[in-house]
């Protein structure tokens, strides 16, 4: 473990006040009071007014909201995939060209890839949507 007030980086030490503006993400190896005086707080925390002065700087600590997980939108997102696009110009082309065998076989791979991802993002739209829900409290919890 590092000593109090410096960080190990790449193999070089650096000093708390080197000049930049404090990161908010931690090295592993960083200490406690090295983490509290990076960001100017102290292990019991903020006070009141450090408390309220941050949250009107960086807002309320809450996932953002993209904007839902309705399946076409996230249908849409897959397919304006540039890679996705590439190959669906591949696609054409090679049937325009006559090779309609490369094209379908083009074609079958990109909908599997699209129908794969649409898969994933749906699943995992889904559970951030549960994240975001307040949990349910039983009266045999109070």
Same mark, same amino acid.
């Given at each position: 473990m590092d000593t109090?007030?410096?960080?190990?980086?790449?193999?070089r030490r650096t000093a708390n006040g080197s000049g930049r503006s404090?990161?908010?993400?931690?090295?592993?190896?960083?200490?406690?009071?090295?983490?509290?005086?990076?960001?100017?707080?102290?292990?019991?925390?903020?006070?009141?007014?450090?408390?309220?002065? *941050?949250?009107a700087t960086f807002g309320a600590n809450r996932l953002r909201d993209e904007g839902g997980n309705h399946p076409l939108a996230i249908l849409w997102r897959q397919f304006r995939s540039?890679?996705?696009?590439?190959?669906?110009?591949?696609?054409?082309?090679?049937a325009f060209l006559g090779e309609a065998d490369e094209a379908a076989m083009v074609v079958v791979i990109v909908f599997a890839s699209t129908g794969l991802?649409?898969?994933?993002?749906? *699943?995992?739209?889904n559970a951030l949507a549960e994240l975001r829900r307040p949990p349910a409290v039983a009266p045999n919890d109070l």
């Open positions: 109090e007030g410096s960080l190990a980086v790449a193999g404090p990161s908010l993400r931690s090295p592993p190896d960083e200490t406690l009071s090295t983490a509290c005086s990076r960001l100017t707080a102290t292990p019991a925390g903020l006070n009141s007014s450090d408390a309220a002065q *941050r949250l540039p890679m996705v696009l590439i190959l669906l110009g591949a696609a054409i082309l090679s991802g649409f898969y994933q993002e749906y *699943r995992a739209g």
